[in-house]
């Protein structure tokens, strides 16, 4: 068990025998508690109101109510309030009415100095515990709030009219956008402002996972199932029973696994990977995608009928170039963010260093941008931020291009040949260096391994 938390509790000790009292509290004050006495149910409700200690310590048996009847008065007073019965009459049942009633745990009559001690800063531990909690959901309601996806621009406020329509029901959602549009802040908003948001969100990147893994990632297996498979594994989709699924990239899975997930998604129930026993999970599915699905389809590389289940509410995200004016918006955001994070004034940006930021396609979009201020703010201490501190790829943007410079062959050309040969000169250029040609091509790192496999280009690294 954890040690006690540095800064000790109030406590009410609740007894009709005022030396029983006296002595508990006389234990606790040598232990850095404060405490409170009261010798019945009504004086212990008085001293509760008044004094809002954060445990209350009664007996059970007292002249003019039990100490259940003063569990529940102070649990309408303060949800919160931690509540330890003691009893020379104890039973199981006596324990299971209190514990169904909100108490935190009992101490039979007589009991040990150490026994009390333990009982108490265990009480407090869980108290702590329990706002901890809270606090984190909190925060993590508060970080996903419409309100930090920036954005004023009629692209994004449309967005934001879709994704209002969602949060009262657990309809399928399927978010499309290129790589660094925030499609899984956006799922994760979804989910922290609608009715799963006391559930759990889980999030599974489809192209980050080996082929022969997802399945027992997404479903999870018996042991013995497979070779290394020492222990039974919770999967995804049941750990998210009750909350939110999110499934990243939802285009890279592999064709035989889409049937066994559509059959998932449209009965609620599934095998782990070995076993035999149906499970349930209610889980809300939220998928993403940068692909073109409806390519994938007619390559035969997406099912139509899976395409068709999870494209029940569709959420497209503009490129940034398509939402310009957002992007004064949303570098002021991100300056105040990494102003926090270097404990900092956050600087402001020229006039002169806006506009040329106007003017950058952003292949990387919102990400790219997040990744240039950071830099920005790490490079320079300047209280404002101007066109000498861009990155040399925003301060000489290469010139328009007129489509001069792509001939298209007489016979035609096909594009998946013309995306390969892309990728190898970037990776030629790059001496095989994945990351530095993920950014030479605008995509994600996981999107370019995902490209790397399905032509088969040998070499990278």
Known sequence: MPGKPEALPSVLIVDDEESQRNIIADILRREGYQTFRAGSVEEGVRSFRENGPEIVLTDLKMPGGSGIDLLVQVKKLDQEVEVILMTAYGTIQTAVEAMK???????????????????????????????????????????????????SSPAMQEIY???????????????????????ELVARAIHFNGIRKEGSFVAVNCAAIPAELIESELFGHEKGAFTGAT??????????????????????????????FLRVIQEMEFTRV????????????????????????????????????????????????????????????????????????PPGLSGDA???????????????????????????DSSTLGVDDLPGNLREPPPASDGAGLQLPESGVSLESLEEDFIRQALLRTGGKLDPAARLLG???????????KYGIQGSS
């Open 101 to 151: 009633k909100g108490a935190c745990d009992y101490l039979q009559k007589p009991f040990e100095k150490d026994e009390l001690k333990i009982v108490v800063a265990k009480a407090w531990e869980g108290k702590c515990l329990k706002s901890e909690t809270r606090d984190l959901k909190r925060q993590l309601q508060e970080r996903f709030r419409f309100q930090n996806l920036i954005g």
């Open 161 to 183: 009219h879709v994704m209002e329509r969602v949060l009262s029901n657990s309809i399928t959602v399927l978010i499309r956008g290129a790589s660094g549009t925030g499609k």
């Open 231 to 260: 222990r039974m594994k919770i999967g995804k989709f049941e750990e998210a029973n009750g909350g939110t699924l999110f499934l990243d990239e939802i285009g890279c899975m592999r064709v035989d696994l889409q049937v066994k």
């Open 274 to 345: 070995g076993g035999s026993e149906m499970i349930r999970s209610d889980a809300r599915i939220v998928a993403a995608t940068s692909e073109d699905l409806e390519k994938s389809i007619s390559d035969g590389r997406f099912r139509e009928d899976l395409f068709f289940r999870l494209n029940v509410l569709p959420i497209q995200l503009p490129l940034l170039r398509d939402r310009k004016e957002d992007i004064p918006l949303l570098a002021r955001h991100f300056l105040e963010r990494f102003g926090k994070q270097f404990e900092r004034e």
């Open 354 to 380: 806006i506009d040329l930021m106007a003017e950058y396609r952003w292949p990387g979009n919102v990400r790219e941008l997040q990744n240039t201020i950071q830099r920005m703010m790490v490079l320079s």
């Open 443 to 453: 995509i994600s790192y996981k999107t370019l391994q995902y490209r790397i496999r």
